[in-house]
């Protein structure tokens, strides 16, 4: 068996409270005068990843396959990139996403180096394991189809395939990539989490899922203020309605003039402020002041000591606010603890002329508004975009 590292056993000891112990207990030592409890035996197949310490935690497997929120997930087999058996259920104790992708489709690939990063950062607590169900001509995938997939984007990742009998076994998605959330449990938590919201990023997907670490859907209430999703809804403190009450309302009026359509990022003028978000994951919005402005609002977030080029859209950009053109007007997301700046801008036309263009160029006048501990400063007051 694997190596079972101090902090895996913590992790477990963690879960103890939220999770009933099966029958399967440790044996004893009654050959000296104290008894005393033997090693925990980690849980599943050899292979290089992830394994709960403790086998005895581990959920028998229920006698159906079925793929119902709230309940066991199948203990799939899958076979890696190593040729090694890995068991779903051996993840149990981390927060594990299953990235259900196919070696045809592109949009799959582009959302390596996010699901990459996550891994990197996160391994301690979350997995997000990569499962290949078809390979480039529409087939079966296989171990060949892993290979060629590792030899594109490398092998760091857990990268799987199933054969016949275990593919069988899976709720196959009717479109790819399709991202389902398995809690510590291993319990169906969410089916297309890249699919919640049909406008956001691959970036903020990602950011999205990240709020998901160290919920468990033995929470029946998002926790307000801990800055964790915590009953597994995808949405974290005061983003969750059930938190407004607990959430202070904070608002910071700004303009950008000219606010006039610009394809070639020329003349595109922007405000910066500096954000602090104290404790708990922050609702933010920003919406025009004036009916007749109509400028599409953008919001980049960057971290202290990131460059603009690293910068994250903050939140899922054209949701519907108070601006009665729902593709116009406002933007609407979230800020994780921590100190940020956020840039504030119009869209630079194109086309269709409603696309990103002010409708009135006097009127660029917009209003930032948050739910949460938020504090604001203006850093930098209608500057050109070209000069950051």
Known sequence: MPQTPIKSLLLLASLTPLLACSDKGAATDDTQNDTQVSAPTPYGPENAWYHAPDASLVPEEPAVDQWTLGALAPNLRF??????????????????????AVEWRDTCHNYVPNLSDFNLRHNERATVITVLMEDAWFGPGDAETVARWVEKHGGADPIFWLDAEQAARVDWPTTWPRIDLIDPGVRLAQQEVNRIYADATIDQVTR??????????????????????????????????????????????????????????????????????????????????AEATGFEHILYIREEGQSWSEALIAGDDEWACTWPLEDLGCARGWLPP??????????????????GDCVNPELGEYTLRTRGDVSFTLVQDDVELQSL
């Open 208 to 289: 999205r899922m990240e709020l998901a670490i160290g919920g468990s859907l033995d929470n029946e209430a998002e926790v307000c203020g801990d800055g964790y999703d915590n009953d597994l809804d995808l949405i974290a403190d005061c983003m969750d309605q059930a938190c407004e009450a607990s959430c202070a309302e904070t608002s910071v009026t700004g303009s950008l003039a000219p606010c006039t359509p610009d394809t070639d990022d020329k003349t595109t003028r922007v405000d910066v402020w500096r954000v602090t978000v104290s404790g708990a994951v922050a609702a933010i919005e920003s919406d025009n002041i």
């Open 338 to 355: 921590g100190t940020w700046e956020v840039m504030v801008f119009a869209g630079t036309g194109g086309w269709p002329p409603s696309d």
């Open 79 to 100: 076979t890696d990139q190593n040729g090694d058996e890995v068991w779903l259920y051996q993840f149990f104790g981390q927060t594990v996403y299953i990235n259900w």
